[in-house]
């Protein structure tokens, strides 16, 4: 007698009509709860009997009963298709369930961003039916490129400067920035209109340290520079002191501007836009939990 080999679903459909054979009492029982007639359910036990080799039940005028043989095969049934159930469960699940780690680097000063799309995202992955542990490293922007093309970081917030063609960008942000003064500044109480921009253009400004855009660069090479900042924080710093002029993103600046500390100087030219990206590398493995980040990110635009 041969063994029983590779189960195909037609034989999981066998052992199914077998166990409702069973449960109902017999073939004439199981009718109507199998929806067939009793010669396909007779038909079908046959072909169960012979691909396992076994007879599994009498059935006859002496009724309906199982061969000790049909016992246990019905026993072992039963753990199948219970085992297949949770299968199914566990499948499902992983359709609704994200499990893993994010590593994410973002660039200073973003969280006071109105459109808050990454904490949107990272609200969504982080939910009670997840279990994502997310990791973020602040970091200036070429660090933060750096990680992610040798695969320390899985994506990274930064301003579309010089970006590797290895990089695939997923656009976030539109950052406005302008050029702002602070109380005791000379051009603090002043109208924009009472100022030429050259003379404006002759006060201290701030240059500064981090990548730029060509038109955010050409705003700074116009003005007086004489001080430098590495980063936002450290320009806004130099801004308060009264002592310079610079340039800011409008949501840095917004909490001074409005405790009346800053206040920017002729808004209506002295502007640019910095677009901020999501990166990934082109060549990366697929990552569930990045497809969901990324996914989360789109929808929350």
Known sequence: MASLGQMSDYEVRLVRIFKTVVECGGFTAAETALGISRSAISQHMNDLEGRLGFSLCQRGRGGFSLTEEGKEIYQAGLTLLTALEAFKSDVNALHHTIKGELNIGI???????????????????????????????????????????????????????????????????EEPSFLYCAAGHPLFNATDDAFTFEQIAAYPAITPRYPLPSDARKAHDALNLQASASDREGAAFLILTGRFIGFLPEHVAAQWVNAHKMRAIQPGTQRYQIP?????????????VVDAFLGFVKGAK
């Open 107 to 173: 660039t200073d000063n973003l969280v006071t961003l109105p459109a808050m799309h990454v904490t949107h995202a990272l609200a969504e992955l982080t939910a009670p039916n997840h279990e994502v542990t997310v990791n973020i490293h602040m970091e200036p922007s070429d660090a933060v490129i750096r990680s992610v093309m040798d695969g320390h970081l899985h994506v990274g917030v930064v301003p579309a400067v010089n970006l590797p063609s290895s990089l695939e960008t997923h656009l976030l942000y």
């Open 276 to 288: 901020f990206v999501l990166i990934t590398r082109h060549d990366r493995r697929p990552n569930r």
